[in-house]
């Protein structure tokens, strides 16, 4: 079965600095992955996702993830981050009908 | 467009006793329909997902048991609540396209078992 790693399970940061959260999954065939964030007291919401084409995607918010065939990874990177971006943010791969997550990367910006 | 509705919200049970929630899709037809509980540190589980009425394809051997009586609704249950299935419970849906649709998430329901 599918399974979907998080290495970082708390990030702290301090405003303006760069980010990247690491997601690998294991899963030999074609997948489509995704990346969702749940800022406090609200529900996940979906940040980006890729599909096809070109392995970089761009989300909202200033979030970009890339798509690293070989690598089995779907890194999600941010170059400056904000206080608003603290959030548990999530990794999800899909193949077939089901949809697995990672344990999830919390994430603190302080002011 | 499209809504999803789950209740109850927040779920006060003692061990033992039996459980439902439920959740529901309004707007769309033949969704795929999921529940994942989100445990702490554990990320999001996916427990049972269903592509049609009657269809359950369950993932995690335990005392939930999931149920599809209708297109659009979608029923978790156990007989005997346990300790250990505290936790925050979210339905989703997606629309039957496979790999390629995005979940979209009901507020969840976070249940405490006493």
């Known amino acids: 079965a599918q399974s979907v790693s998080q290495h970082n399970h708390h990030v702290i940061l301090s405003e303006a600095a760069s980010l990247e959260l690491g997601c690998n999954y294991s899963y030999g065939g074609t997948v489509n992955l995704f990346w969702y964030v749940q800022y406090p007291g609200q529900h996940l919401q979906l940040l980006l996702k890729y599909f096809s084409g070109d392995p970089l995607v761009k989300g909202i918010k200033g979030f970009e993830a890339e798509f690293i065939k070989s690598k089995f990874s779907f890194n999600l990177r941010k170059p400056s981050v904000q206080w608003s971006d603290t959030a548990e943010y999530f990794c999800?791969?899909?193949?077939?009908?089901?949809?697995?997550f990672g344990a999830g990367t919390r994430l603190t910006v302080k002011p | 467009s499209q809504t999803i509705h789950q209740w109850p919200a927040t779920l006060v049970q003692p061990v033992g006793s039996p459980l439902s929630l439920e959740c529901t899709v309004e707007g769309t037809s033949n969704p795929n329909l999921y529940w994942y509980r989100q445990a702490a540190g554990r990320g999001l589980q996916l427990l049972f997902y269903s592509v049609g009425i009657g269809q359950i394809s369950s993932e995690v051997p335990q005392n939930l048991s999931a149920s599809r009586p209708q297109d659009r609704q979608f029923i978790l249950s156990s007989k005997k609540l346990l300790l250990s299935d505290s936790g925050f419970y979210l339905c989703?849906?997606?629309?039957?396209?496979?790999?390629?649709?995005?979940?979209?998430f009901g507020n969840g329901t976070r249940l405490t078992v006493t």
């Open positions: 999800a791969v899909t193949a077939l009908n089901d949809m697995r």
């Open positions: 989703a849906w997606s629309i039957p396209q496979g790999v390629n649709s995005p979940l979209h």
